[in-house]
């Protein structure tokens, strides 16, 4: 079991997961504002996957796959922002994922813990995930990890004006 960079041979698999993530997302978010997304699945997976491509490329952003026996188990993606409130570094965890064939076997912990390593390493002050409340096993593992709720996101549908 290693870490290493994203890879051409990644992409398939990748896009997959992508599917899956923003799937699900997309239908918790679609049920919050009582509407459906304007952007198609293939379109966002595009998106995700061209970020992912640049930020492999970056020295000041993370992607990491997690190998296990030659083949892709898992990834994660993190970055560092400067906080405008706070006025220091925060490091970000922006996605982190376990195929689901391997979860179960403490991977996603080895990928925080690789990503909260590289933030380190990065000199942040501060750490900050977002996480939809409605995916607990995500939630679970970012409090294993030392985060905790500061923020919410609510989200509601607008409701259009009456007429008077």
């Known amino acids: 079991m290693s870490f290493r960079q994203l890879e051409p041979r990644d992409e ?8 899956v993530f923003l799937r699900q997302h997309q239908d918790w ?18 998106r995700d996957w061209q970020e992912l491509v640049q930020a492999a490329a970056s020295p ?4 990491a796959v997690l190998d ?12 560092v922002r400067a906080d405008r409130s706070m006025g220091f570094q925060i ?16 991977l996603a912990d080895r990928l925080m813990r690789h990503a909260l390593d590289w933030m380190d390493a990065q000199g942040v002050s501060g750490r900050e995930v977002f996480v939809t409340a409605l995916n607990p096993a995500a939630v679970r593992l970012y409090e294993r990890h030392g985060f905790g709720v500061a923020d919410y996101r609510m989200l509601a549908r607008a409701v259009p004006p009456t007429e008077s």
Not at 29 to 38: C, E, F, L, V
Not at 91 to 106: D, F, H, K, S, T
Request: aromatic share 8%; hydrophobic share 45%.
């Open 91 to 106: 490091g970000v965890l922006q996605w982190i994922y376990v195929a689901p064939e391997a979860r179960g076997q403490g």
């Open 60 to 63: 000041q952003r993370l992607v």
């Open 68 to 79: 296990v026996g030659g083949q892709a188990a898992g990834i994660v993606q993190a970055g």
């Open 29 to 46: 978010w679609a049920a919050g504002y009582d509407r459906s997304p304007a952007a198609t699945l293939p379109e966002l997976v595009e």
């Open 12 to 19: 398939a698999t990748v896009r997959g997961w992508l599917t």
